[in-house]
């Protein structure tokens, strides 16, 4: 039995979820899995609840589970509350408690929907890049950081261990992909940027199947929207990544489909990468496209069938063709949507 930690969230983020968990249970039925569902506070909603966005019952909840799909937190609602107890705290919180300090954020514009990227349909067609972020580490860990009435500093840090581990990551899924590995940082004018490159190419001796590049992140910013179709696995460290894999979600058409998982040495977690959305929570516009297939990246690592996962992508994939959400030009609903996806899983 696989015990999931469901943390619904806010905004949408109850909607898409409650579509995940749709999906995970069709799954287990047709493919055998044995899953337990449990439901606990998160973000905006445990505010209200707890005064806190990670409460004890969260934490203990979580850190006993097999994996967590969380939905989407946060909002305007608790834009005012103070920054030690906001919801974007509560996350980054979550992921160094559980120690999740790898980030995965796959971009690919699936065949024959090449006309939902912005991009011209010849630059976005083949595009299929996953972006691995540090997660628990650089600015946005670093000490000191602080602010006076006259100025505010943060301080951008990595250890050899905290770079190692995450290429590590990064070179064995590129291995198991297109063979190419592109490191990103800022070696011409940081330090840090120096000693990333230098680590990354240390890891590289251990993967000699695997091509390593480097690349500025400016320059890489521009990459991702002239010829994004040449990339295959980024890595990169926290801030980077996350402008980065930010920039890359608009590649397939809209934040709706871009599911991610956060791996390391607690439990791992699944998430959509689009927001809470509250203009239209409860209304049932949601696209739940990007929190489904976080179910399937869950299948694949969490639960160690790939099959599964890749299953879920494709019925996905037919469903997003056939019958899609308002904004992608159709006209489903979340659960009409989570209907079709479902009718292409039992095929």
């Known amino acids: 039995m696989h015990k999931i930690a469901v943390l619904p969230g806010d905004g949408i983020g109850p909607e898409v979820t409650a579509a995940a968990v749709r999906v995970l249970e069709e799954a287990a039925e047709v493919y055998g ?7 606990f506070d ?49 996350l980054l919180a979550l992921r160094k408690d559980q120690k999740l300090f790898a980030n995965l954020r796959p971009a690919r514009v699936l065949e024959g929907l090449e006309h939902l990227s912005p991009l011209k349909p010849e630059i976005a067609r083949g595009v299929d ?25 943060n301080t951008l840090r990595y250890s050899k261990p905290e770079v190692d581990r995450v290429a590590r990551v990064a070179f064995e899924a590129a291995s198991k992909r297109r063979k190419k590995l592109t490191s990103v940082e800022k070696a011409n004018v940081l330090e840090v940027g120096e000693f990333w490159r230098r680590t990354v190419e240390e890891v590289a001796k251990d993967w000699p199947g695997v091509e390593l590049e480097h690349q500025y992140v400016d320059a890489m910013a521009m990459h991702l929207i002239t010829h994004p179709a040449d990339f295959d696995v980024i890595v990169t460290s926290n801030i980077f990544g996350d402008i980065l894999s930010d920039l890359a979600s608009v590649l397939p058409g ?5 599911p991610s998982a ?40 969490a639960l160690g069938r790939p099959e599964v996962g890749a299953a879920i992508e494709q019925a996905v994939a037919a469903a997003l063709k056939t019958n899609p959400t308002a904004d992608l030009g159709g006209r489903a609903s979340t659960d009409e949507f989570t209907d079709t996806v479902l009718a292409n899983l039992n095929g």
């Open 254 to 258: 809209s934040l709706g489909l871009l």
């Open 262 to 301: 956060s791996l390391g040495e607690g439990t791992p977690l699944f998430e959509p990468v689009h927001g809470s959305a509250p203009d239209i929570a409860g209304q049932g516009k949601a696209n739940p496209t990007a929190a489904i297939l976080s179910a399937g990246m869950l299948a694949t690592y």
């Open 129 to 153: 890049v996953l972006i691995v972020r540090e997660l628990t580490g650089g600015i946005y860990f670093g000490q000191p950081r602080g602010m006076s009435e006259a100025e505010a500093w």
């Open 33 to 39: 899995l044995e899953l337990s569902f449990d439901y």
């Open 42 to 90: 998160f973000g905006g909603a445990a505010i209200d609840a707890a005064g806190e966005p990670y409460p004890e019952a969260t934490r203990q909840g979580v850190a006993a589970a097999d994996a967590i799909l969380l939905g989407a937190i946060g909002g305007p609602r608790w834009d005012n509350v103070p920054r030690e107890i906001r919801a974007e705290t509560g």
